[in-house]
């Protein structure tokens, strides 16, 4: 399971169902230990809270047994060991392995060397499947559908990893339209928005939120790094332009745009928007385990429930 | 070969003739062949000849040598409309195009510095998906970077 174009819209469904119904385990408190006879490797190569303690909760939700090293032990292990070998010592000792890395492709070259399927939990700048599952999940279950929306997805565009799998995600649906809303520094690389064009996406970039707000009916927001900009006050012009404020929302936004955000978020969403209806980020966040429950459901113990 | 073409050079022997080179990319091949001239191998080299196909070309000929499956396929990724002659006895005993490999393992390098495939002590060979032969377009199957005729030109230029 290495990138979200691995998927047909046949198995995210498929996924999206399992998910619906891990869902209602979980407000039930009735969660059967599928999964007690199995060890789960979490290799976090690349620190990542969030996305770590969001597959360690469902694996345990299940039942299942966690290994892991420490972010100290990961710096060791990245110094003095080869990824290919610590990839080898993990599939010995679990039934499914969890990898992060810094390093683009990572996770592919770690599924050639195991036995063991291996998640990708993000790899380098471009694939986050999970992530993107999740973000896909989630405008269905707000939404009761993925098709015919109007989408803006906005932010860094370049190095967002977590835009692009979405991006990439969305092309096993049929968005009505697509906008890419970024600064001129920012702007998707020309390769993926060359995949995203062949594979059938409509897409517009701009640089501007506020001409097409109102057709809005996603608003996925990521963050704008101060790091990626040569020049600081380029950074400081560009920031305040893309906040989303709750003044803003009500003034332009339909009523029942929803927001996501893979989050963490600093502050390119002020803090009153969160107490609107608008808010859907952490909904999202929340919707990660079960959605994650389903996904070590199917690959370890295939469809059948 | 035509008869004008035969005014360059005298034919060989036994070895191998390639033609429809790329106008300036001879030299290349013979770099990528590991052919600097120390080998004492008998080398002729046609450079912008005219060429119904190309409009110019280059000829490579050498003396002594055979090419084994690696050359060619090196070969076949910067002069991807090359055909290969294997002389024997100042016959044409064998002729066949180049064809790039539909993936092509070990031979050029990722361009992009984050690619596992360049994470030093790995035991990870480069590997690349064929996604257009003319000009020649590869795609790392690790991190999707593409990369171009141009860039493996100055690749397999610069690494030898
Ligand atoms: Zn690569």
């Not at chain 1, 059967?32 to 969001?54: Q, V, Y």
Request: aromatic letters at 6%.
């Amino acid at each position: 399971m290495i990138s979200i174009l691995d998927f047909t819209r046949d198995d995210l469904e498929k996924l999206f169902e399992e998910t619906d119904n891990m869902r209602k385990r979980l407000d039930e408190g009735n969660v059967p230990k599928i999964l007690s006879n199995s060890i789960i490797a979490l290799a976090f190569f690349e620190p990542s809270t969030r996305t770590r303690m969001s597959f360690e909760t469902a694996a345990k939700r299940l039942g299942a047994n966690t290994i892991s090293f420490t972010s100290e032990e990961a710096i060791s292990v990245s110094k003095g060991e080869s990824f290919a070998d610590t990839i080898r010592m993990l599939d010995g000792y679990s039934d499914l392995i969890i990898v992060r890395h810094k390093y683009e492709g990572a996770a592919l070259f770690a599924a050639e060397i195991a036995k063991a399927p291996v998640i990708n939990a993000g790899d380098g700048k471009q694939h986050h499947p999970t992530q993107a599952m999740l973000d896909l999940y989630t405008i269905r279950y707000l939404k009761g559908t993925v098709d015919d929306l109007v989408i803006g997805v906005l932010g860094d565009l370049k190095y967002g990893r977590a835009a692009a799998s979405f991006l990439l995600g969305l092309t096993h649906f049929r968005p009505r339209r697509i906008y890419l809303i970024s600064p001129q520094e920012l702007k998707l690389r020309p390769e993926i928005k060359e995949l995203l064009m062949e594979r059938g996406l409509n897409i517009k970039e701009l640089n501007s939120l506020v001409d097409v707000l109102p057709e809005l009916d996603i608003l996925y927001v990521t963050r704008i790094q101060k790091e990626r900009f040569p020049d600081l006050r380029e950074y400081e012009k560009v920031k305040g332009s893309y906040r989303i404020s709750s003044k803003l929302l009500f003034s332009l936004a339909k009523k029942d745009l929803k927001i996501l955000h893979p989050l963490p978020r600093v502050d390119e969403i002020s803090y009153d928007v969160d107490s609107t209806s608008f808010a859907a980020y952490f909904t999202q966040a929340r919707l990660g385990v079960p959605l994650r429950m389903a996904l070590l459901k199917l690959i370890l113990l295939g469809g059948e429930s | 070969m035509n008869a004008r073409e035969g005014l360059y050079v005298r034919k060989i022997k036994n070895g191998t003739v390639i033609d429809h080179i790329p106008a300036g990319r001879a030299l290349t091949v013979l770099r990528i062949l590991g052919i600097s001239g120390k080998e004492g191998l008998r080398v002729a080299i046609v450079m912008n000849v005219e060429s119904s196909r190309l409009g110019l070309k280059d000829i490579v000929k050498i003396e002594g040598k055979y090419l084994n499956e690696e050359d060619v396929n090196k070969i076949s990724l910067i002069a991807p409309l090359a055909t290969v002659n294997v002389i024997k006895d100042y016959e044409v005993v064998k002729k066949f195009k180049v064809k790039p490999p539909k993936i092509v393992e070990g031979i050029i390098r990722c361009p992009n510095p984050t690619c596992i495939s360049r994470k030093s002590r790995e035991p990870i060979k480069p590997k690349f998906r064929l996604v257009s032969t003319n000009p020649i377009k590869l795609q790392c199957i690790y991190c999707g970077s593409i990369i171009s005729e141009n860039e493996i030109v100055e690749q397999l230029t610069s690494l030898r």
